[in-house]
């Protein structure tokens, strides 16, 4: 058993020296999913607990999450220096495309909230 | 009557049936043509109730109480305070201060025969004639000059003179205004001309010519005349024969009044002209007038006061002018019964309603409507009745058949220079009706293969008695008789129907086509299984003869038929269910109501609140984060362009979510859109220059 825990305790250190190296640019982005799903939960939760009535508020504001969440998550793909599959791209493109994404995304949330 | 009563009884018997559009469509074509009636004593107490008197004696204005006293005098039989609407008008005169109110004031203190104190009216002549001095337009002139002829008698000999020479100066400019088509322009200013200024032009003047009299105004009277020739050459007419002087667009502008009030105001202003300078100088045709009364009869009772007030003047000129009065035919009863022998009455009228001078009236003419045979009636002299209204005739003979008859009258008067006339051919429809015979009535059931006659009976129409019978599907029934008219000819009626009733109400409607005059009907149940869904049992047997000239239209319970039907085979069409009556078929179905989603239960406030703040926790987790991880605002622009397209970018996405917040709250799509499409470019351009700033700088960075 305690050689397990000392595993999982290694595997944790080298997972927390290897992501110590990602820039921190990259950690924000990071930062943001997680907030943006963290937001989407307690709202599941708060469906779980009360009900999903008004319907369509419960479903905008949850997809409102997990919208900018999979857009955060695209962006970091982009600006990743890492990821030779949009060497190409600059970043300041990549944050364009997700400020233009997340306006036209929010238009319809804000359409359906009703 | 009773055939009419009857018709609307069957009607509401065929609505029933399936062929209900076709007995619509015979019965309206039995609808007679609107004759032209005088005005009625129902039309006068109605009209006379759009005048409504006030407790000060008036009807309102000084203009309105003119307009209800000379409907009233038209209309007649009023029992109207003389003395309280007097007073009305003596006050109103001597506080009326422009020429239009004393012009009502005097009219209808005219009407009224009022006596006013001398010195009161002598001060109102003198102003008057200021006010036709200075006149440039034909309402200036109209106005005093009518009511200068309303207190003629209060000039004075010395201020005659003077009047005189004012008053040919006015008729001078009245004449000036004229237009070559007979119309007038209300003033020197208008471009486009008026046929109701015409009107008042025409009785401006003829009222100019009774105040100078008619010497030396011999051009001026041509001039008119022929003015008057022009507008009746330029009438209007209907397909109904009415005919009326159309609006011209100036008096849209100025007042209005539409094609009634032109045609009241020429027809006042041709009458009181002809009244003046003598009706021999003035050639209008009788058959105009007689258009005129048509158009004015035709519309009804007017139900706005001053709508009214143009029609009732215009129809008390039309009963009572020098010129020309034109009759009006109308029948007391359109509908002859051959079984009270009837005489044909006919009342001539003027367009009142009072009598008329003896007249000698033809029928010129009486075609059946149906057939165009030859007329029955020629040149036939009516014979007049007492009081100078109506005429009669024996219409019916053995040759007058029941149906109805188009007549065509002709009137002429014994003395040449009567202003009665008709003004053409009158025609009038009549319906003759009579008891119809049915004879030889013989219900029968017919072997179908042999042919031969397995039961007959006759029946006796006079005694309306019923059989019983009974038959198969491999029978048929017959049922067969005769009409004949009174005159012994062949009678067709719009309706003959043989009504088959089932036990349990299923009904079969069928037409019985004649041939000459005998009517037959032959029933193949073997072809009317189906039609009758096989249904055997007690059936009812009615017979339904109706026509408009029918006197003894018939629903005659003919009896009995007890129908022996093969079974239904499987999928046979079931019979519809019959409505309880044709008024539960009929009504209108129970109204549906909308019911809104009615709110699902909410929690209560305090757990949303709560959850509220639960919500906003993560972006608090996430502000601490960024503080952890060391993020900070150090690549931002600090001066310049750069600094200005920054500030310009990060405004542009928070206006864009609060135009999303508003939009939530109140803004709908369109406008929402319309500012998103501004705020897009906005940040667009902005987002372009600090993002390639960035861009720049990373690359120089790189470079380097």
Request: proline share 4%.
């Amino acid at each position: 058993m305690g050689k397990a825990d000392n595993d999982v305790g290694a595997l944790v250190a080298s997972l927390r020296s290897a992501y110590g190296s990602t820039p921190t640019k990259l950690k924000i982005i990071d930062l943001y999913v997680v907030y943006a799903i963290s937001t989407a939960l307690v709202q599941v939760i708060y469906m779980g607990l009360v009900g999903t009535f008004p319907f369509n508020a419960f479903l905008s504001g949850l997809l409102s999450s997990i919208g900018t969440a999979v857009l955060a998550v695209c962006l970091r793909m982009q600006v990743n220096k890492e990821n030779k599959e949009f060497k190409d791209l600059s970043p300041e493109r990549a944050f364009a495309d997700f400020v233009l994404c997340n306006l036209v995304l929010h238009l319809v949330i804000m359409n359906f909230l009703g | 009557m009773a055939a009419a009563v009857w018709n609307a009884r069957n009607l509401a018997k065929c609505w029933e049936s399936a062929i209900g559009l076709a007995c619509l469509v015979l019965l309206c074509s039995t609808v007679p043509i609107l004759a032209l009636h005088p005005l009625s004593e129902a039309d006068k107490a109605a009209a006379r109730q759009l005048f409504v008197l006030k407790d000060d004696g008036s009807f309102g204005s000084s203009e309105e109480t003119y307009h209800a006293l000379r409907s009233l005098q038209v209309l007649g039989n009023n029992n109207l305070d003389t003395s309280l609407t007097c007073g009305f008008i003596s006050t109103s005169l001597t506080s009326s201060k422009n020429a239009k109110d004393l012009f009502y004031d005097l009219k209808a203190a005219e009407i009224l025969q009022c006596e006013f104190a001398e010195d009161a009216v002598t001060g109102v002549v003198s102003g008057l004639l200021t006010a036709a001095k200075e006149a440039t337009s034909i309402l200036d002139y109209f106005y005093p000059v009518g009511a200068l002829v309303s207190v003629k008698e209060y000039l004075s000999e010395e201020n005659f003179e003077d009047a005189k020479a004012t008053l040919d100066v006015a008729l001078e400019s009245i004449k000036a205004l004229g237009q070559s088509d007979g119309t007038w322009r209300y003033s020197h200013k208008e471009t486009d001309s008026s046929v109701k200024a015409a009107g008042l032009a025409l009785e401006a003047a003829a009222g100019i010519l009774s105040l100078t009299g008619l010497e030396s105004k011999g051009s001026e009277i041509n001039y008119l005349t022929s003015a008057i020739n022009k507008l009746f050459d330029n009438i209007e007419s209907y397909d109904d024969g009415a005919q009326y002087f159309d609006e011209r667009s100036v008096d849209k502008v100025s007042g209005g009044g539409g094609p009634l009030a032109a045609t009241s105001t020429v027809l006042r202003g041709v009458s009181v002209l002809a009244s003046i300078a003598g009706s021999k100088r003035l050639k209008v045709g009788a058959d105009k007038f007689a258009g005129l009364a048509t158009f004015f009869l035709s519309m009804g009772i007017l139900e706005n006061p001053a709508e009214a007030y143009l029609q009732l003047d215009a129809l008390g000129i039309l009963d009572d002018n020098s010129l020309i009065v034109p009759l009006i035919l109308s029948l007391p009863s359109s509908v002859l019964s051959r079984t009270t022998n009837d005489k044909l009455q006919v009342a001539i009228t003027t367009v009142l309603g009072s009598g008329t001078p003896p007249l000698v009236v033809t029928i010129k003419s009486a075609v059946p409507s149906n057939e165009k045979s030859n007329s029955i009636w020629s040149h036939q002299k009516l014979q007049a009745l007492e009081g100078g209204k109506f005429y009669s005739f024996e219409f019916l003979s053995d040759k007058t058949d029941v149906g109805k008859y188009d007549l065509n009258f002709e009137i002429s008067s014994p003395d040449k220079l009567s202003r009665y006339a008709a003004g053409g051919p009158l025609a009038s429809t009549v319906t003759v009706t009579g008891k119809i015979a049915i004879s030889d009535v013989e219900v029968a059931v017919v072997d179908s293969d042999t042919g031969s006659a397995d039961f007959i009976t006759k029946l006796d129409s006079s005694k309306l008695l019923s059989t019983t019978i009974s038959a198969n599907h491999l029978q048929k029934l017959k049922i067969s008789f005769e009409m004949t008219s009174p005159s012994h000819a062949p009678f067709n009626p719009q309706q003959v129907f043989l009504k088959l009733t089932h036990e349990s109400k299923v009904e079969q409607l069928y037409l019985i086509k004649p041939s000459g005059k005998h009517f037959e009907l032959t029933l193949d149940f073997l072809g009317l299984v189906e039609k009758l869904y096989y249904l055997s049992g007690q059936y009812k047997i009615q017979l339904i003869i109706g026509d408009a000239t029918m006197e003894n239209p018939l629903n005659w319970d003919l009896g009995s038929l007890e129908l022996d039907l093969p079974e239904a085979p499987e999928g046979a069409i079931k019979p519809r269910e019959v409505a309880a009556d044709v008024a539960s078929k009929y009504a209108p179905k129970p109204e549906i109501a909308h019911i809104f989603r009615l709110p699902e239960k909410r929690p209560a406030a305090q757990i949303s609140a709560g959850f509220l703040i639960v919500t906003l926790l993560p972006l608090l987790g996430f502000l601490f984060g960024l503080r952890f991880l060391g993020a900070n605002l150090k690549g931002f622009p600090l001066s310049g362009l750069p600094l200005l397209s920054a500030l310009g970018f990060h405004a542009g996405i928070a206006s864009i979510l609060l135009l999303y917040f508003l939009f939530w709250l109140k803004l709908n799509l369109f406008v929402t859109l319309k500012l998103l499409g501004f705020l897009g470019l906005f940040t667009v351009v902005t987002g372009h220059f600090i993002l390639s700033h960035l861009a720049d700088v990373s690359s120089k960075v790189k470079t380097a």
